[in-house]
Each structure stands twice: as C-alpha cells, then as structure tokens.
C-alpha cells in the first residue's frame, strides 16, 4: 500500500490476555517507529527500528511489552500479560531513514482497550 | 518524559481567524516538526524547519523558531473549519533519532 498499514484498528482484550499489534510500514523504509498515545495525551516514544535492529527499546514500560521487526519490513508489537493500564492508541510511524530524522509517516494507530 | 510543551493546550476560534500555537523544549535540537492530528487518526505532517532556520511558510502556515529561548511558534491564518484538530510539535535531540512530541494544542474553528 502506499502508506503505513496497522492492525487491527480496534482490539477489546480482557485483563491478563496477551495482544500483537502489527505495522506495515511504507515500502523502503528503512526506520520504523512505535509510539503510544493515551487518551487526550501526546506521543510516548515505545521503541525505534533501524532496519530489523532495535537500537533503542529504552521506552517500553515495562518487560511485558516486546516487539520486532523482520524483513526489514512488518513490525510486531506484543503486549503480554494487558493491564488495564495498558489501553491506548498503539502508533507506528516510518522514515526513509533514522539519520537527522526527517518527517515521520504515521499509520492510522491500533486502539487497545483493556477490559 | 516529553522534550516540548505545547501552549495553549486548547484553542477555540471562529473561520476566518488566525491561530496561533507554541511550542517549547529543553535541548538543543537538529529541527522540529510540526504534525496534525484529526479525531481518532493517525498524525500528518504539516512542516519541518531546521535549527538553523527561523521561519519558514507553507501555504496558510506559518512557523518560527527561536533557538535561543528554545521555542517555536505555529500560525494557521485565516482558518477554516477543516483546521479543527490537535497540533503537535516534535523534536529530535542533537544526536537523537527519534521524535519526542508535546501533549498538542486543540483547535477547535467555529462556523
């Protein structure tokens, strides 16, 4: 598709489930980003993909939180064990490159509601 | 925590008025970006100006950016309706890769 790609849109999970939101980035695009963005908040930085590495997971809550990427493409971000404090929206976004970050393409985001 | 700080965090104002938003941060930066977002959508890009830069236009935007008091300014003139939406600012720290965004600026544009 020409721009980024998530699923699901909308996710209702109960407490203790495990959920995997997953990010089809832009063709080419070599960095990949996931940010989550609480209800009437800004952007909280989870994770950066510089192709399938990921050289900084510094923003990821807490251990139940994981993700990858492979192909240097889809990326997949894991929520084990939700909390209720886990519900958001789950937003990737991709750049043409990680280096002097330019614009950021950002997909339509993954609501996560926990029950 | 969050690099900038939006301000107002909300704004209301009738089509045709201008709009004028804020944006400060704490370090230095390689350029700072400007992004929509609409109702339950993802973010769009509006504008991207360089530290070395201090003002830059687009169409009916207006952005400034002062790095000696670590700050910016979006202007929207004469605005329609359609501009209703939260508008962010993001940063990337100086050997940083990625974007830190404020809380945003709600505009709301009253018919």
């Known amino acids: 598709g020409a721009g980024v790609s998530q699923s699901p849109s909308n996710k209702v999970t109960e407490k203790g489930k495990d959920v995997e939101l997953r990010c089809d980035p832009i063709?080419?695009?070599?960095?990949l980003y996931w940010y989550r963005q609480r209800l009437g908040q800004g952007l909280e930085f989870l994770i950066y993909f510089q192709g399938n590495s990921a050289p900084d997971k510094s923003g990821l809550p807490s251990d139940r939180f994981s993700a990858e990427r492979t192909g240097e493409s889809v990326s997949t971000l894991t929520i084990q064990r939700t909390q209720q404090e886990d519900s958001a929206v789950y937003l990737c976004?991709?750049?043409?490159?990680?280096?002097?970050?330019?614009?950021?393409?950002f997909g339509e985001g993954s609501r996560l509601t926990v029950l | 925590s969050q690099q900038g700080e939006e301000d107002p965090q909300a704004l209301s104002i009738q089509e045709g008025e201008n709009a004028t938003m804020n944006c400060s941060y704490k370090t230095s930066i390689n350029n700072l970006q400007w992004y929509r977002q609409n109702s339950g959508r993802g973010l769009v890009h509006l504008i991207l100006?360089?530290?070395?830069?201090r003002e830059k236009h687009s169409g009916r935007l207006r952005v400034t950016l002062d790095t000696s008091k670590k700050s910016s300014s979006l202007l929207i003139t004469a605005s329609r309706a359609a501009d209703t939406a939260s508008y962010f600012c993001a940063t990337d720290a100086s050997n940083d890769y990625k974007l830190s965004f404020g809380a945003g600026t709600t505009v709301t544009v009253r018919a």
């Open positions: 976004a991709s750049s043409p490159t990680g280096l002097n970050t330019g614009e950021l393409f």
């Open positions: 063709s080419g695009h070599t960095a």
């Open positions: 100006i360089r530290s070395n830069e």
